[in-house]
Nanobody, 123 residues
Framework: QVQLVESGGGLVQAGGSLRLSCTASGPTFSSYAMGWFRQAPGKEREFVATISWNGGNTYYADSLKGRFTISRNNAKSTVYLQMGSLKPEDTAIYYC????????????????WGQGTQVTVSS
C-alpha cells in the first residue's frame, strides 16, 4: 500500500509559479504511474497530468498543456508538478495519485490518493 503526502501549496499571485511535491512511502514507488488532479470549490475533481513509472511518458489535460509540467525522481520517491503562468481559476486543492496503470490515471479513478494541498492564486 503506497501512501502519498503532498506539499508545496500556498498563496501566489496571478502570473506566478509554484512547484508541488508528492512523496510516497513504500518500496514500490517506481512501479506506479503517478498523477495530479485538482478540485476547485464547487466543482468536480479533474485530471491534471500523469507520468509513467520511469518518467518516459507524460500526458496532460488539454487545457493545461504548456503551463504545467509533471516530473518524477524515483530515487526520492517523489513526483512534482511545476505550475507556471498561474491564473485565479487554477485555485484548487491539488491531489497526488498513484496507480499501476497510466491509462487508469488519465481516464478513470486511480487507486491511491494523497490528502491534497491547497493552491490559491490571487488576482
Amino acid at each position: 500500500q503506497v501512501q502519498l503526502v503532498e506539499s508545496g501549496g500556498g498563496l501566489v499571485q496571478a502570473g506566478g509559479s509554484l512547484r508541488l511535491s508528492c512523496t510516497a512511502s513504500g518500496p514500490t514507488f517506481s512501479s506506479y504511474a503517478m498523477g495530479w488532479f485538482r478540485q476547485a470549490p464547487g466543482k468536480e475533481r479533474e485530471f491534471v497530468a500523469t507520468i509513467s513509472w520511469n518518467g518516459g511518458n507524460t500526458y496532460y489535460a488539454d487545457s493545461l498543456k504548456g503551463r504545467f509540467t509533471i516530473s518524477r525522481n524515483n530515487a526520492k520517491s517523489t513526483v512534482y508538478l511545476q505550475m507556471g503562468s498561474l491564473k485565479p481559476e487554477d485555485t484548487a486543492i491539488y491531489y497526488c495519485a498513484a496507480d499501476t496503470d497510466m491509462a487508469t490515471m488519465a481516464f478513470s479513478s486511480p487507486n491511491h490518493w494523497g490528502q491534497g494541498t491547497q493552491v490559491t492564486v490571487s488576482s
